[in-house]
């Protein structure tokens, strides 16, 4: 089992940056990709970034150039930096882990989750 905390949200407005947090625990070995989603109200889950273990990242059209992954291996702790946020950004932010050859997102790890709120 894998442990997700998740922290950093909060009310920001737009033109401004968040750092999220994702704290992991528990059997940390078998995982091989960490990303972050979130949901908007009415809306449904999307992939924001990810990042594998060798590094590799992905993220949506809607976020490059603004946000970005990171990882902390040592620390087990994943980050996203959000700049330049716009009131479309806001949404319950939420962390997950996948093991090696998992694409099956309900079989995911996930944290509980951290608001994001941009006013404009």
């Known amino acids: 089992q894998v442990q997700l905390v998740e922290s950093g949200g909060g009310l920001v407005q737009a033109g401004g940056s968040l750092r999220l947090s994702c704290a992991a625990s528990g059997s940390i070995g078998s995982i091989d990709r960490m990303g972050w989603y979130r949901q908007a109200p009415g809306k449904e889950r999307e992939l924001v970034a990810a990042?594998?273990?060798?590094?590799?990242?992905v993220y949506a059209d809607s976020v490059k150039g603004r946000f970005t992954i990171s990882g902390d291996n040592i620390k087990n702790m994943l980050y996203l930096h959000l700049n330049n946020l716009k009131p479309e950004d806001t949404a319950m932010y939420y962390c997950a882990a996948a093991k090696s050859g998992d694409y099956n997102e309900d079989s995911y790890y996930w944290g509980q989750g951290t608001q994001v709120t941009v006013s404009s």
């Open positions: 990042i594998s273990r060798a590094g590799s990242t």
